[in-house]
């Protein structure tokens, strides 16, 4: 496989995974989903993080983190307190309850996604291609990205 290839396979991979996730309750549009997956992600990874530091580690535009930060507060993903050092900012960090969105997307599949994407398939091409994916997430983890560029 070429870099080309792993390339436009990674835009395929996220337009199906932004396919599979439900559409919001609260009659937010879709749209933007990997940038708040992303942004959410890293909070979770490092809690009591600012939008500063989210925006450095992942390389967006504070801008967009920003947006992403509103987004995830106020469907209850992320919490935010003061930071006693600087009251300024703010310090991100996972509810530690479960809100209704997402016990929903953990709860989603990729497989009407993945069925829709192949076209015309076979149950055994479907199951193929979900095993192959579930490799591929087992060995190329949102940590990985770490170890390929240096300033991580």
């Known amino acids: 496989m070429t870099p080309v290839e ?9 337009k199906i995974g932004e396919q599979a996730l439900p559409t919001p309750e609260d009659g937010t549009p879709p749209g933007g989903e990997r940038t708040v997956v992303i942004v959410m992600t890293d909070i979770y990874q490092n809690p009591g ?8 580690r992942t390389g967006l535009p504070q801008s967009a983190v920003s947006g992403s930060v509103a987004r995830l507060r106020s469907v209850g993903s992320v919490i935010s307190e003061p930071d006693p050092r ?31 994407a192949l076209g015309e ?7 193929t291609v979900l095993s192959a994916l579930e490799t ?4 190329l983890t949102p940590q990985t990205i770490t170890r390929l560029r240096p300033d991580a």
């Open 121 to 127: 398939h076979t149950p055994t091409d479907l199951a």
């Open 136 to 139: 591929l997430g087992e060995w």
């Open 6 to 14: 792993i390339i436009l396979l990674g835009r395929t991979l996220m």
């Open 86 to 116: 600087d009251r300024r900012r703010q310090l991100l960090g996972r509810n530690p309850n479960l809100t209704p969105r997402r016990r929903t997307v953990a709860a989603a599949t990729v497989d009407d996604a993945v069925a829709g």
């Open 49 to 56: 993080t600012t939008v500063g530091e989210v925006a450095r």
